[in-house]
């Protein structure tokens, strides 16, 4: 039997993230009886329990969190001043299967040209400005928007 899922928004308009936490702190303190102080854990900021630096750095890792994920779409879009860009991913075991894109730019050639290479490639923000950086190459009159463009899709899927 599959779970619902549903967009908390469709279910209750103006509804934020701060709300959600808020009510999920609430409900956890009520079930376990009790009022705690959250504790910001973070690379700079670990606790002293055993093993937990070694957790937390194979749980932070690319090969966690999307070399062993479940296949998964991401769509990126963005206006440019040269031009709209829709970017479509469908993402495997961490490499993109398919890549699409469509743009209302008056060349599109390059973004033609980085679908293409894009298809196999891993969904990691380095790998995929790397692939961008590439085109400069090929279109070396479209440096700008390409590197526009690069800084814009690493920055999407850091």
Known sequence: MRGRVANLVELLPGITHQQVCEAIQEAFFAHYGERVEAEVISPEKMPGLPNFAATFARQSSWEWNFGQA??????LDERFTWGGVELHFDV??????RTQIFTDSLNPAPLEALAARL???LYRA?????????LLVDFPEQEKALRELSAWIAGAVR
Request: proline fraction near 4%; charge should be negative; hydrophobic fraction near 30%.
């Open 126 to 134: 380095d790998m995929l400005q790397k692939e961008c950086d590439a």
């Open 119 to 121: 298809q196999g490639c």
């Open 92 to 97: 495997e075991k961490g490499h993109i299967t």
């Open 70 to 75: 479940p296949a998964f779409s991401h769509l």
